[in-house]
Each structure stands twice: as structure tokens, then as C-alpha cells.
T-cell receptor, first 110, second 114 residues
């Protein structure tokens, strides 16, 4: 079992829909990151959080430390949101490195 | 500063050849990471530098792989005697100062071994 599990693996939505991507982890963490990866490989950091909730534009990230679970929400989705979304954790025992989930491929159709 | 840059963006090499990749982190960042990502998977940790010191290496980093950061600025990742299984995207990331700071990623180097 991976230390970081994401669901769903693939998600197709219509423009305007509310989207949720889930991340569960099995280790104690010091921080959780949500990342976005477009075709071609470049990764952009969306959020880093260790508790509670953060919002940036149409993106919202939440984390429940007790349940070891985080969600990424996209409101009013748009085709330009189509990308791979990756959850990554920095655990208490792994030093500074990140451990990644396998990613969720999101496709938003117009 | 334009962020983390990696060179080359793409590399095709024949099996058995050596390849070297370069990463230039954001200038004030003292932490530098190398990750490897195969198709359809999330990135996997390879190695980590704080300034010029290589502080952590993954078991994935076999003796054919070596990484350096000689002056605490840019880093190189060399793969000797490449194998088809080395084909992947090699990602570099950098971060500043404290442990829980945001990581900034480069565009990656896509290696294809034929």
C-alpha cells in the first residue's frame, strides 16, 4: 500500500461543475502539498497546508489531520483546469523530501 | 530570476551511453531535490542537497547514478551505462530555508533510452 493514495485516478467533468479530488495518507506528516502538472511535465505548487483550509481563487484545499485526509476542490471548473493534480506529503520521518501520490488526471470538457 | 531551470528538456540516448542533466535552482534556495517520474506515476525521490552537502539518497539511486552540487548552486545528475528502465522524467525542485517551505519545480528533463 502506498503511503499516499489519491482518488479518483481519472475524472472527467463538464465546464462549470464542482470538482473534488481526495488524498489519504498513512504516515504522520508535517505538511501536505497539492501540485498541478500540465502535459510536458512542469509542476506548479498550488497549496501547502498543515491544518485547516486554504483558498486561492477557485481552488480550495482542506486537511483533516486526525483522519489523515485532504481534499482539493475546484469551483466553476474550466477547460484550462485540465491537468494532473498530485498530492504530496512531507512526513515527520522522511526528512525534507516529498512523498507523492500517483496523481489524478482531470479533464474538463467545454 | 525565472525559477528553477533544467537542461536539457529532452534527451534521447542509446542504451549504455552516459547522460548528464543540469538543474539551476532559484538563486537564494539552499535546498535542492531530484525526483524521477515514470509515465502515469507520481514522482519518486532520488536525492536531496542542502547547500553543497548531499544529505539523503534513495535506494532508487543505484551506483550508476551520481549527483553533485559542487558550489551549493547548480546541480548535476549523471546516469552511467543507461538502461531502458532509466527512461523517465527527471525533475528538480528547490526550496528555501526552513523545512516546511514551498518547493518550486523545474520543467523536467525527459530521458528516453533506446
Amino acid at each position: 500500500k502506498n503511503e499516499v493514495e489519491q482518488s479518483p485516478q481519472n475524472l472527467t467533468a463538464q465546464e462549470g461543475e464542482f470538482i473534488t479530488i481526495n488524498c489519504s495518507y498513512s504516515v504522520g506528516i508535517s505538511a501536505l502539498h497539492w501540485l498541478q502538472q500540465h502535459p510536458g511535465g512542469g509542476i506548479v505548487s498550488l497549496f501547502m497546508l498543515s491544518s485547516g483550509k486554504k483558498k486561492h481563487g477557485r481552488l480550495i484545499a482542506t486537511i483533516n489531520i486526525q483522519e489523515k485526509h485532504s481534499s482539493l476542490h475546484i469551483t466553476a471548473s474550466h477547460p484550462r483546469d485540465s491537468a494532473v493534480y498530485i498530492c504530496a506529503v512531507r512526513s515527520g520521518t522522511s526528512g525534507s523530501r516529498l512523498t507523492f501520490g500517483e496523481g489524478t488526471q482531470l479533464t474538463v470538457n467545454p | 530570476d525565472t525559477g528553477v531551470s533544467q537542461d536539457p528538456r529532452h534527451k534521447i540516448t542509446k542504451r549504455g551511453q552516459n547522460v548528464t542533466f543540469r538543474c539551476d535552482p532559484i538563486s537564494e534556495h539552499n535546498r535542492l531535490y531530484w525526483y524521477r517520474q515514470t509515465l502515469g506515476q507520481g514522482p519518486e525521490f532520488l536525492t536531496y542537497f542542502q547547500n553543497e552537502a548531499q544529505l539523503e539518497k534513495s535506494r532508487l539511486l543505484s551506483d550508476r547514478f551520481s549527483a553533485e552540487r559542487p558550489k551549493g548552486s547548480f546541480s548535476t545528475l549523471e546516469i552511467q551505462r543507461t538502461e531502458q528502465g532509466d527512461s523517465a522524467m527527471y525533475l528538480c525542485a528547490s526550496s528555501a530555508g526552513q523545512r516546511n517551505t514551498e518547493a518550486f519545480f523545474g520543467q523536467g528533463t525527459r530521458l528516453t533510452v533506446v
